[in-house]
């Protein structure tokens, strides 16, 4: 059997439709890769917050899914959507990354302390952390692939540039120009690879599963549960992150007003055993505290 892997066309997405490629070749059995444009791809000028259609990213790759043109697909699994469609399946695949994002500086003698910051971001969520941190800032938007944002902010009089350390180590694009920002909780699910595939296809259901890496999936779901419980969709200011200690998972969770003026936090240390029955508890807690305002808002925009 040839397992076809939908795939986009960036150097990163190749770069993570190779890598399962050879996972599953490793398995012993034939894949290719087939390429798909999605919405996000083709519009690379709009603000992400401004397209309004949830999975820009993944819809095109669900469709060839539904289609049966392709068997499973490949994704950053922080672009795709907590509920996926009805009949597709999203799992996590593989070893995390380094989640966190880093701040690309402009240049490598620049001190990142300045009173008046102009950063590229295409991203809601690092707006709303960085403006947080940093009142006096300048954004611009940014979109494209990796190498396409190296570009342009070489190309600008910018100050620096936010974007995921995984992407940029995935592409060997790591230098001493990268300055990691570890105050800033990361998207959920950030550094991890999903794979999406018919829910009634029990084949690919059990090669997923032996490409699967259990603390991983479960730190995933954790975060992702997290961001589905405050109705927040991808590209919403809400960080996550779990990671796992012994028998424990230790959380941090974050929603950001949007412009930056206030935020509230979450941090849990709770048994691995226990860790998703608990996620609408701390979810609670924010909304509580005044996160329901903010929510509010995020709706009407």
Known sequence: M????????????????????????????????????????IDKTSELGKLN??????????????DKEIHLAIHSLKDYPTVPPDGITITSTGQREDPRDVLVNNDVERDITASVFNIGTGSIRRKAQWKYKYKNTIFHNLRGNVPTRLEKLWDSDWDGIIMAHAGLNRLSMLNDQCTTLDWMIPAPSQGVLGISYRTDDPFIAKLTAQL??????????????FLNLLEGG?????????????????????????????????????DKGECLSQVSDWV?????????KIMLKIKAQ
């Open 234 to 270: 991808c590209s919403a200011p809400i960080g996550a992150l779990a990671k796992i200690k012994g028998d424990q998972i230790v959380f941090k969770g974050s929603l950001h007003d949007p412009n930056g003026y206030e935020a509230f936090f979450v941090e849990k240390t709770v």
């Open 212 to 225: 699967q890496v259990e603390e991983v999936e479960l730190c995933s779901q954790v975060e992702r549960k």
């Open 284 to 292: 609670n807690e924010i909304l509580v505290a005044g996160g329901d």
């Open 53 to 66: 259609q949830t999975g820009i990213f993944t819809k095109a790759l669900d469709n060839a899914l539904l």
């Open 2 to 41: 040839l397992i076809k892997i939908g795939t986009r066309k960036s150097k990163l997405a190749l770069w993570q439709a190779n890598y399962l490629k050879g996972e599953i070749e490793n398995l012993g059995l034939k894949a290719e890769l087939v390429l798909i444009d999605s919405l996000g791809d």
